[in-house]
């Protein structure tokens, strides 16, 4: 692992723990909610270099899962904070 | 040389990082916080993907510059899409925005879908639609 990997995994891992500081102290749920969005997105960056590190290939394809995944959580707290069913 | 490049997107890309989780901690309330992360994680993480694809064309493997290209629109159309939906609800849900905000342009908006979803079953609206659904086939 050279410099570069280890400052980007330093600078993530510093970006996800403000990010769960948020999860545990948001005052109210969307604080909580758009910090869980948030964090769902720095994730995709870790796959990133994680992939850079390895040289794997499948670390990109968990990247994309995530992604998509985390969106479709993401509309569905949206839903629920405004109290509306899943279906409609 | 062009290594190099892609080494300072990524670099870029993780100081955005940084940058909107800093937003997400120090910003006074929910629809601050939520613009200030969602801009700068979405454009952090796109410009992480697109040095991995540059460098992954450099080492010469061409399916995984594709695949990060492709994870990077999607996190493109995504991200404001999903924050958007979940500021929404935050705002249908009652919170109020911070006191020291300027305009309100979703008030009244907002106003309109709640008389709406409090009152689904009024008569005159199926009639309504049903008109308005004539008068556009007509036309």
């Known amino acids: 692992m050279t410099l570069f990997e280890q400052l980007a995994f330093g600078v993530l891992l510093l970006s996800s723990l403000l990010c769960l500081f948020r999860i545990s102290r948001g005052p109210t749920a969307p604080d909580r909610a758009v910090a869980i969005d948030i964090l769902g997105t720095l994730v995709v960056g870790f796959c990133c270099i994680m992939a850079l590190w390895t040289g794997r290939e499948f670390y990109v394809n968990i990247a994309i899962a995530w992604a998509l995944i985390s969106f479709v959580a993401t509309l569905a707290l949206a839903k629920y904070l405004e109290g509306r069913p899943y279906d409609a | ?139």
Request: net charge negative.
């Open chain 2, 1 to 139: 040389m062009l290594e190099s490049v892609f080494y300072w997107f990524i670099a870029v890309g993780l100081a955005f990082d940084l940058f909107g989780c800093i937003g997400l901690i120090r910003l006074p309330d929910v629809y601050n916080r939520a613009q200030a992360a969602t801009k700068c994680v979405t454009l952090g993480t796109c410009l992480i993907l697109t040095g991995l694809a540059g460098l992954a064309v450099t080492r010469g493997n061409g399916a995984m510059c594709v695949k990060a290209l492709l994870c990077a629109a999607f996190i493109l159309l995504t991200s404001p899409t999903g924050a958007h939906a979940l500021v929404r609800g935050a705002y249908l849900s009652g919170l109020k925005l911070w006191e020291g905000s300027v305009e309100d342009a979703f008030a009244d908006r907002a106003e309109r879908i709640r008389n709406e979803s409090s009152q689904p079953a009024s008569p005159a609206s199926p009639e309504e639609g049903v008109t308005h659904r004539e008068e556009a086939e007509t036309a």
